[in-house]
């Protein structure tokens, strides 16, 4: 890993704060962020199982979301199982895959849907403060794309990658909600870690978002 400069840093911040705000929006409970000191060359955190993640710069923990075990793998850097999309065509292809696939609530889609704009939201948040350009779309070589791709793999609807990266960066894109981010971000570069308190620097959920298909094209934009 290359050393943590003061941009490289803030940048951080802005991405995992985004990743916050984001999971806050869909209605998913955030339990902490935190970011590496400046001029580390490592780095290491705790999560709420006792274990430690390892090789990444910062950190926003959140309510896992709960799946059948086959289509979980564990992340030894977050120190947990987590769905993130290895192997689920062959989970899928087999019949217990898709009778669990069938099986899933419409609420449990809406919360996959959640998951996967959190996800996106901090490499949305991450281009929106640095003013970079280019499409989100097919970016599997970052790792928060390739999960969210991968869970929305479990969807029914054709566009819901598409639909979740769109509704992600439309919601951060709104002055109210770039203000939590902005906050956010602030809060964590100057006290490198939070957890108490985090709720109130957070925006509430917005009712039945992210939306699919056709209920995303009827939804109003979210206001905060």
Do not use: N, Y
């Amino acid at each position: 890993m290359r050393r943590l400069t003061a941009g490289l840093r803030r940048e951080t911040c802005f991405h995992e704060a985004g990743h916050a705000v984001a999971f806050a929006l869909g209605g998913i409970p955030v339990l902490k962020l935190a970011v590496a000191p400046e001029g580390a060359d490592g780095w290491r955190t705790d999560i709420r199982t006792g274990r430690c993640c390892t090789d990444l710069w910062g950190l926003c923990e959140k309510a896992d979301l709960v799946f059948p075990r086959p289509f979980l793998r564990w992340l030894g850097s977050e120190g947990a199982l987590h769905p993130d999309g290895r192997g689920f065509e062959a989970v899928l292809d087999t019949p217990v895959g898709q009778a669990q696939l069938e099986g899933f609530s419409a609420a449990h889609r809406r919360e996959i849907r959640a998951h996967a704009a959190g996800l996106l939201g901090g490499p949305v948040a991450e281009r929106i403060h640095s003013g970079e350009k280019g499409d989100l779309h097919g970016r599997t070589d970052l790792g928060d794309v390739a999960r969210a791709a991968a869970l929305c793999r479990l969807l029914t609807e054709r566009d819901a990658f598409a639909g979740a990266l769109a509704q992600a960066e439309e919601a951060l894109r709104r002055p109210g909600v770039w203000d939590h981010v902005a906050r956010l971000a602030a809060v964590l570069e100057r006290e490198g870690e939070i957890r108490d308190g985090l709720r109130t620097l957070l925006p509430a959920a917005i009712p039945h978002w992210p939306a699919a298909g056709a209920a995303r094209r009827s939804m109003p934009p979210p206001q905060v």
